[in-house]
């Protein structure tokens, strides 16, 4: 079975830490390691994330990026997978227990899950909602799977590469139609 550490960058995530923190604690498969990425917040974020029982780092000031933030805790993960997860994200229950058997495959390397808006109420919401549709969905599953030569036509996709994410859904076709993807 794989190990995994989630990393969550967090500058003043204070209000929505929480629920990206319990939906974590509410995994099918538990995480090894969550470490928060305090990131040199001036609200009550690394609080917040250390009531929740999770390993907290604190950078000596505001690294300037998510992606430095990540950076920074990498040396701290002693476990063969990563998983980075945004401060207001709520991962499905069973996302870990979902994206870990990818890994079993030596050819993957990445896997991604799909990224829905929490509401979709107001027109703003709904906008969002169709960015992300459009943005990062169409955009990797024709990028990486269709776009492919020798990809059937008729081909759809199965039901768990969709829920785990278009990355994901490359490597299963990869274990299964070889030199189709």
């Not at 190990?3 to 604690?25: Q, R």
């Amino acid at each position: 079975m794989h190990t995994i550490t989630v990393i969550v960058p967090a500058h003043n995530e204070e209000e929505g830490l929480p629920a990206t923190l319990e939906s974590l604690a509410r995994q099918t498969v538990r995480p090894d390691r969550i470490l928060v990425v305090d990131d040199a917040s001036t609200d009550r974020t690394g609080e917040v994330a250390a009531s929740h029982g999770v390993t907290v780092l604190r950078p000596p000031r505001n690294l300037g990026s998510k992606a430095k933030a990540q950076n920074y805790a990498l040396p701290q993960c002693t476990t063969d997978l990563v998983l980075a997860v945004d401060a207001d994200t709520v991962l499905a229950p069973d996302y870990i227990e979902t994206v870990l058997p990818v890994f079993d495959d030596p050819g993957v390397t990445v896997a991604a899950g799909t990224v829905r808006t929490r509401h979709t109420r107001t027109l703003w919401e709904r906008g969002r909602s169709t960015e992300y549709l459009f943005g990062f969905h169409w955009h990797r599953v024709w990028g990486n799977v269709a776009g492919v030569v020798g990809w059937p036509a008729s081909m759809q996709l199965r039901g768990d590469a969709e829920r785990i994410g278009a990355c994901a859904c490359a490597a299963i076709c990869h274990h299964l139609w070889q030199d189709a993807c």
